[in-house]
């Protein structure tokens, strides 16, 4: 049996996901003594992770892979502290029983999706899959083994994994700690390297602080002790929730504003500017555009609505709620700019949509922006919507559009992996993300996608010279439909 102060010697995450993944990368980096095993259900996706192609795409990754994976020596710069000689210490597995029987701390890093049926759909958190993982820990893991929530759980869920743990194993010690993930898509690795904190909420009990102990160790290979918050379960479990909900909020708010500065003729960058050179607001995630997309903020402020609903603070789910319900305003209102500039007929037009993944440099399609605009912009019957996304995999696009596709519009939606044909003859460019390719407008240079994820190499492109009439560009969102 483990004690939960000992040494962690065995780390197993379960979920090789956008989470899950990278973290046990940087962990087995900065730790070359811990075996860390990332399991899987998804053969697929384990098969990508042992294979030279990541099935995510996140600069330095590959590098932090070959020598956590392979013991290959490290090229990149910033991690030229850790010594390069060694052995691998980080493993992609589908056989989740022999991994977990042998961990002595186990990372859960499934998915947490919003319930889309049932009591509290569009808003409760579905917790199926995480309780199943849970269930499967229960089954296999040591007593004493320290269970660490990395998934972005409902308030109450540590307390609520230890009745399901004891449900299936009465009596047998196990320890359960929340340490909420703070990195962003697209710059992963170095916010994992750079923490600007990491949260370990224990029970406060002897053996809680212990396995926060065991915890913060591990950690603290590469993080400074300063930036290790050690609190407790429920604080640390709301305070993931509140950061996304937080940033969420900024950008329904100066969108908000974009929607005065149309019907006013001022510039919501310049507006955003000024604002942003005050240091009490600051200049992030101030910047007009489509909203925000991807897997984490809409579901995360809905499960602090439903939180605030189930404690009786209707005031405060309304507040929440109103961030979602902005952002969903204003990209139906994109949608129907590009249909008012394209003098509400698209009958036969060819439309260019310039990015698809949720934001820039990355390759995740869930939740993507992309979506809506094109379900608007199918309802005007358009000759043909051409789709270009260097980082993105076209099975990856496609099935996200699954659900506005039909037999009378699927003809008409097409991916390009080269952004000269995407845009050559188009009516317009669309530019959903402010991925970097297609920053500089107009005349703007893009690159050419290569079939797996990303790419690297730039073909020079000018998009002026391809489409035969507009752009418009909802990354930066600046334009008026009146000028
Ligand atoms: P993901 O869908 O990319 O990965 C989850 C993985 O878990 C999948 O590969 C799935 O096959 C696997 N899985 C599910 N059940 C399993 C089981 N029983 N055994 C083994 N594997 C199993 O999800 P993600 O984006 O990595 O997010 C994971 C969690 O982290 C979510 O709670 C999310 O809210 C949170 N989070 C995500 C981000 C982000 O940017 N993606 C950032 C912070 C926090």
Request: aromatic share 6%; charged share 25%.
């Amino acid at each position: 049996e483990l004690s939960f102060g000992t040494p962690v010697r065995h780390i197993a995450v379960v979920g090789a996901g956008y989470v899950g993944g990278p973290t046990a990368a940087v962990i087995a980096l900065h730790n070359p003594h811990i075996r860390v095993e990332v399991l899987d259900k998804d053969q697929r996706r384990v098969r990508r992770w042992n294979s030279p192609h990541l099935p995510i795409h996140e600069s330095s990754l590959i590098d932090i892979v070959r020598v956590t994976r392979d013991g290959a020596s490290l090229s990149s710069r910033d991690n030229s502290n850790v010594p390069t000689d060694r052995l691998p210490n980080l493993f992609f597995t589908t056989d989740s029983q022999a991994s977990l029987a042998k961990a002595d701390m186990v990372m859960m890093a499934v998915n947490t999706p919003t319930k889309t049926f049932g009591i509290g759909a569009g808003r409760a958190t579905n917790m199926t899959t995480f309780d199943a993982a849970v269930k499967e820990v229960a089954l296999y893991a040591r007593p004493g083994t320290i269970i660490v929530e990395k998934s972005t759980v409902p308030c109450g869920t540590a307390q609520r994994v230890r009745q399901m743990l004891d449900a299936v194993r009465p009596g047998t010690p196990f320890e359960i700690l929340s340490n909420p993930e703070f990195l962003s898509e697209g710059s992963a690795v170095r916010n994992l390297l750079h923490p600007d904190r990491v949260l370990i909420g224990s029970a406060k009990t002897p053996s809680g602080r212990r396995a926060a102990d065991a915890l913060a160790s591990v950690y603290a290979a590469w993080v400074p002790r300063s930036r290790i918050l050690e609190v407790d379960a429920w604080s640390s479990e709301l305070a993931k929730l509140v950061s996304n909900a937080m940033l969420a909020q900024r950008i329904s708010s100066i969108n908000s504003i974009s929607a005065i500065c149309d019907r006013t003729g001022a510039d919501v960058d310049e507006i955003a500017r000024s604002a942003g050179l005050d240091p009490r607001i600051g200049p992030q995630f101030l910047k007009a555009g489509l909203g925000f997309g991807g897997s984490c903020f809409r579901k995360d402020i809905a499960s602090l609505t439903y939180l605030a609903e189930s404690l009786g603070l209707p005031e405060v789910a309304h507040y929440w709620s109103q961030v979602n319900s902005m952002n969903d305003w204003q990209r139906d209102r994109f949608a129907h700019k590009v249909i008012h500039r394209m003098e509400e007929n698209l009958v036969g037009k060819k439309i260019a949509i310039l990015g698809f993944a949720f934001k820039k440099n990355t390759g995740d399609t869930r939740e993507s922006l992309a979506v809506d605009v094109i379900r608007v912009l199918l309802q005007e019957r358009p000759g043909e919507i051409a789709i270009f996304d260097p980082c993105c995999l076209s099975e990856d696009i496609m099935r996200e559009l699954e659900p506005v596709l039909d037999a009378n519009n699927r003809e008409r939606v097409h991916v390009y992996t080269d952004a000269y044909q995407a845009c050559e003859q188009a009516n317009a460019v669309v530019v959903v993300n402010d991925s970097d390719p297609f920053k500089q407008a107009p005349g703007r240079k893009l690159g050419k996608s290569n079939s797996k994820n990303a790419s690297t190499e730039q073909q020079p492109f000018e998009t002026n010279d391809m489409a035969k009439e507009i752009h418009i560009d909802g990354s930066r969102f600046s334009y008026h439909p009146t000028q």
